[in-house]
């Protein structure tokens, strides 16, 4: 009696039930089959692609791989209790939220959203060594969405902290400078929307200050409106106001946001140009090495060691050829 065939996946001839080998597969079927295979792969890609692109796929980036700095943070400092507090939710409970990045160069990618978290997991992994914190649970975004980006993270901090006008410009000024608007003026438009005009017009100037001096300043958030804005104006009266303040502030390297106030302060006062000391009445200046000068009216009396016979001479002979 004859014995049934079974047939295999794909329709393929599977041989004799009681034969335990089976029959060639045609080489139709095998190419069939894989091409099915492939199809199906090549489509699983363009999904993980798409969901990777489009933010729906959870990335587990290294940390060195995600420049912090890429889209300028509008909060230059973090609050140590908040920082902790995040810390200690991370040891405990991992990180609960990916943040977002763009796609930079090969391997490396952008921070747009979450400097907290990816600070908070640079910090453990720095304290503790602990693999877990070795990478950042990230969300892709394309750059596009950039501007978005930046108009959430100054919604969030206007309403979470008061942001300093200098933190304002500055921002919008790093907005333009990676292109994610088309200049400083169009990103406080864009950024600020909800600002009454006086108001952005003021974060203009300010960023005209992170221009002329943000390489120099350590505390430019703790710059008052105020002083700003007499900065500013200052400034466009004055070129060469900034290059000095620049130079006072290296100079002066202050390690308080005090002592770097009193530094520009000092810029805004009339005697700060450059200009030559008034010096108290019937005070002794030193002429050259050796010599001083005391003067008032119809008097000058000469003073030091260079006032020798010879240097009187020499005064005396001059005097007479004059």
Known sequence: MAKRKRLSAFGMVAGDETDGHSAPVPPVARIAAETATQAALEELASELRQARDSGRLVLDLPLPSVKATHLQRDRMHMDPEDMASLKASIRDRGQQVPVEVVALSEGQYGLVSGARRLAALTALH??????RFASVKALLRPFEAAPEAYLA????????ADLSFYERGRLAHEAARLGVFDSPAAA???LFQHAPAPKRSKILSFVALHE??????????AIPEKLGLALVKAMQGDPDLAGR???????AAPDSAALERHVLEAALRPDSAGKTQPQPENAFQDVVAGIRLKTSPGRAVLTGRGVTEAFLRNLHDWLQAR
Do not use: C, W, Y
């Not at 993270?153 to 979470?160: A, F, S, T």
């Not at 002329?212 to 958030?221: I, K, N, Q, T, Y």
């Open 212 to 221: 002329a001096l943000g390489d120099a300043l350590r505390f430019p958030e």
């Open 153 to 160: 993270m100054v919604e969030e901090n206007e309403i979470r």
């Open 126 to 131: 720095g304290e503790t060594g602990d693999s």
């Open 245 to 251: 303040l620049q130079d006072r502030l290296k100079a």
């Open 188 to 190: 406080v438009r864009m």
